[in-house]
């Protein structure tokens, strides 16, 4: 269990408006100063003006890897608090974004009550989760794969041993499981 802490200030990153708006009026509610960035040359003047506790990154932004922002935010304050939220989860990205520096990974949707609870120590950390289930697994897998090719759908089947419409169709039948 981490140590109980709080945040005041909370920047959110993500090229989604409609999510930032809604959660920005969420964090308001509960008393937390908000900042917002849609891409990343906007967070360092944000991170100078604000100083925020807490940062949330969304793991793929247009056209940007929410990586590289968290590998900013820890250079910038290594000891400022990192969370990482993703539509499409897997062991992969979620090792990528630990070394990335990220202090904490989640699939979205999320709460911003569950955000907050998980990383201010007030959760209660579940015992047990219950195991992979084979599709979720086979995504992991496609998806470590394809990080590891560098996005490279070719070179991910030959790796696979599956022709690449095989793998494209895969794909587009699969969606990340929750």
């Not at 100083?51 to 590998?71: K, M, S």
């Not at 993703?86 to 974004?97: C, I, K, L, W």
Request: glycine residues 6%.
């Amino acid at each position: 269990m981490r140590d109980d802490r709080s945040f005041g200030t909370v920047l959110l990153v993500d090229d989604a408006a409609l999510l930032i708006n809604a959660w920005t009026r969420e964090l308001s509610r509960v008393g937390k100063r908000v900042v917002s960035a849609q891409r990343r040359r906007d967070v360092g003047d944000l991170l100078r003006e604000h100083r925020p506790d807490l940062t949330v990154v969304d793991l793929f932004l247009d056209h940007e890897n929410g990586l590289d922002i968290v590998r900013d935010l820890k250079a910038a304050d290594p000891d400022g608090y990192v969370i990482v939220v993703t539509g499409a989860p897997s062991v992969a990205y979620t090792m990528e974004a630990v070394r990335a520096g990220a202090d904490d990974v989640f699939a979205k949707p999320i709460s911003t009550r569950e955000l907050l609870e998980n990383a201010e120590g007030g959760a209660n950390e579940r015992e047990t989760d219950p195991p992979p289930t084979l599709q979720q697994m086979e995504w992991e897998h496609i998806s470590r794969v394809l990080l590891d090719c560098n996005g490279n759908v070719s070179q991910a089947a030959r790796r696979l041993g599956i022709y690449r419409q095989t793998l494209q169709r895969k794909l587009r039948k699969l969606t990340p499981p929750r």
